[in-house]
């Protein structure tokens, strides 16, 4: 099938263009999972589609290229292009999500001009740097610093020293959203976010990771080597703002990645009951056994409470409500629920459930990190009765 380029998506339109690419998905993105699986690499022309789609600026603002969609709408896409396997979303997911949401909700506008266009063409390829060696869930801790100096040629600006880690889609970033510590205070007050593109001298990053699914995405360390970046790359303009910008950035982000969680339910869900329909044992279909139907009953309340939690957080930010407990709630619940139907689908195949030729076996290895990145059960449970409590004092 040949994608039909959507420059622009208005509200009314959204519902073809989601057509447009649920048969993408089914059409091109499915039939490509095992070639993805086995090469590790996303086929060019297949990313080439996708950004071709506008898959790349799907949240970004029309007057900077991009398709201007609300949460919501963005989150039905998630959930759709989800069915496919996950490595997939590396071509768009950073672009779309933590690398460029920073940069639109507190960026200058000469930053926004700058980048956003390139980011929603895909032609650039953003990365969000907070994690390090020795800060992952306690992120307010890190150490990389960023010192006010002359660059080579005397200019203002600051320099860069440090290691992030598991970077997503550092290997072929061309722009990193670096959280920094640039001035004395002390915790999440002292941090800042410097844009930084990657060719900036002193900018290193490390071999991709080995990792149990995600085939075809890769995540690498990040070193700043007295990197030094003029006074302008300052998101926003203003100091002690990143991590503000970081966990604003996580409220989208973490939606997104319960999103993500609902296609993949979703497709787990469907590859076990087709299964369970043509599998016969005892001189009947596997799916006429009750307790194989238990399975599936349980896996669709899953996905059908996920869903409506997804969706109400979602409405919710469009109408600029603050959303940090209800997203911590979607992306903790969606997650968890994640884990437990790629475990019941694949019990539904038997032996095949655990033979890389059926689906499910991807699925089960993909399913996994949902519960680990942009914060993990335990932090989601941690905000969620902070934010609970909070309400009671
Ligand atoms: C595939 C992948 C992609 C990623 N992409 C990015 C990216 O693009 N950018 C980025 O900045 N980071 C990224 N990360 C990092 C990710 O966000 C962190 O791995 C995550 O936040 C957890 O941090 P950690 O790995 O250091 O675990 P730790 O913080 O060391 O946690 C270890 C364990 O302790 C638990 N724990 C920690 N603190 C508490 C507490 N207070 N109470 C109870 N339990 C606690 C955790 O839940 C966990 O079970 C990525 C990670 C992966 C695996």
Known sequence: MQPVPVPHVDAESFQDFLGTVRRFVDEVLIPRERELEETGVIPAAVAASMRELGLCG?????????????????????????????????????????????????????????????????ELVASFCLTEPEAGSDAASLITRAERGPGPDGDDGYRLTGTKRFIT???????????????????????????????????????????????GGNVCDVTFDGAWVPADALLGGVEGKGFATAMRTLDSGRLSVAANCLGQMRRAIDEAARYALQRRQFGQAVADFQLVQALLADSETDWAAARSLVYDAGRAYDTGAEVQRL???AKYFASEALGRVADRCLQVLGGAGYIADYPLERIFRDARVARIYEGTSQIMQLVI?????????
């Open 58 to 122: 799907l949240s970004i603002h029309p007057d900077y290229g991009g398709l201007g969609l609300s949460l919501s709408q963005e989150l039905a896409l998630h959930e759709v292009l989800s069915e496919a396997a996950q490595g997939f979303r590396y071509v768009y997911g950073s672009n779309v999500g933590i690398g460029s949401r920073g940069l639109a909700l507190d960026g200058t506008e000469a930053q926004k001009a700058r980048y956003l266009p390139r980011l929603a063409s895909g």
């Open 169 to 215: 889609n550092a290997d072929v970033a061309g722009l990193f959203t670096v959280m920094a510590r640039s001035g004395g205070a002390p915790g999440a007050r002292g941090i800042s976010a410097f844009l930084v593109p990657r060719e900036t001298p002193g900018v290193r990053v490390g071999k991709p990771e080995r990792k149990l699914g995600h085939r």
């Open 385 to 393: 009765a902070r934010q609970l409590l909070k309400s009671y004092e």
């Open 327 to 329: 997203a911590a709630c």
